[in-house]
């Protein structure tokens, strides 16, 4: 990018939160594989052994958390604590047991986000009470149950991989849509989280 074009708006957003510089990375979206629950484990136990009552709840979420979804081999876990935003009350213990700080996003929730050096676990960290917690757990249990919205994201997971992302944000994005719009159909039928 030369130095008089201006940089796109999620690019900039992106540099605002991550710590480190944005990643140019290859979206590869998977077969859904068995081993991803028992990854999960082995992940929920160590942050678990590390945060003791810390860590108020450990729950698996995103694709690699639906059987039969195909997804980015990524686990993704949603770590509750009393308060995201005291990063000394847990970053140094999970950074100890192997995971580096990767996202601070003190306007969105207090969100922090920290993944394995290898790229292939990520812990969502949430303060307890906060709405995503409940809209994470609601989309999970929602594609669990519901098999037309389950193939409907898979294809569009599988679509938007064939086209080459500037950044995972980008792709996260680019599907955005289809997410909020499976959200609003498990909320009109009444679904809660489990």
């Not at 997804?71 to 213990?93: F, H, R």
């Not at 193939?151 to 500037?166: H, I, N």
């Amino acid at each position: 990018m030369s130095t008089d074009e201006p940089e796109d708006a999620i690019l900039a957003a992106s540099r605002a939160v991550l710590i480190g510089e944005p990643e140019k990375v290859e979206v590869v979206v998977a077969d859904y594989d068995a081993r991803w629950p028992e990854r999960f484990e082995i992940e929920r136990a160590k942050i678990a052994a590390v945060l003791g009552p810390r860590a108020l709840a450990i729950e698996h979420i995103g694709s690699t958390s639906v059987p039969g979804l195909a997804a980015k081999p990524i686990i993704d876990i949603c770590l509750v604590v009393y308060d995201s935003s005291d990063e000394a009350s847990y970053v140094p213990d999970l950074s100890a047991a192997g995971y580096e700080l990767r996202m601070r996003e003190p306007e969105w929730h207090e969100h922090r986000m920290l993944r394995t050096p290898e790229r292939d676990v990520h812990v969502h960290v949430f303060t307890d009470g906060s709405t995503e917690i409940s809209r994470d757990l609601l989309f999970r249990d929602w594609l669990r149950g519901n098999e037309a919205d389950r193939e409907l994201y898979q294809e569009t997971k599988r679509r938007l991989a064939q086209e080459d992302w500037p950044t995972m944000q980008h792709y996260a994005e680019a599907k955005s849509d289809v997410v909020e719009a499976i959200i609003r159909r498990a909320l009109d039928a009444g679904a809660t989280p489990s």
